[in-house]
Structure formats: C-alpha cells, structure tokens
C-alpha cells in the first residue's frame, strides 16, 4: 500500500476558505475519480510560518501507476482549479510513501 501526500503552506487568512474547498470540490472529485482512496486532512503542528497554516492531504493508493494514472487524468486539473481560486496564495508539494508495517 501506497501513502499519497501533499503538503499546502496557506496564508492564515485563507486557511478557512481552502478547508472549505478541500471539503466541498476537492474531496468529492477525488473520490468520483476512485483512484485515491481514505483522504485524511490534517493540520500540522510543527513546522509553522508566521501567518500561515499548514495543512497535510493524505490517500491510500494501491500502486504508483495508479496514482500516475490518475495524476494525469484528474490530479493537473484539480490543481490548475486551486491555482484559479486561491492563485499563487496556496503552495504545496506532495510525497509518496510506502508502508512498511502497520499495527
């Protein structure tokens, strides 16, 4: 099993706004497309910038050409309609990671 995750960096003014959309339009289409599966949002705690917050989007996916797959069918839209909302205001950068163990 396979952990994709995106790290976003929000200014802190628009934090409630991007959750928001994270909720209503991001999530949603994910789970439509069915590639990606148990989103998990987190806040993270450390790490922090003044005026920011920072959040973490993690799915399981079952293989990385799945993720590739759906990267190119879905993942470059959904990230060109975060760019028309919340413009160059949300970075982020994402981390594939395998699991090893679990208890």
Known sequence: MLIYNTTYQVPFAEARNFVIWIHQFYLPQVAEFGFLHRPRL????????????????QFDVESSARLHHWYNKQGTRLNEEMKKIFKEQVVGFSTLMEVIEES
């Open 42 to 57: 987190s806040r993270i705690l450390s790490h922090r910038e003044a005026d920011t917050e920072c959040f973490s989007l």
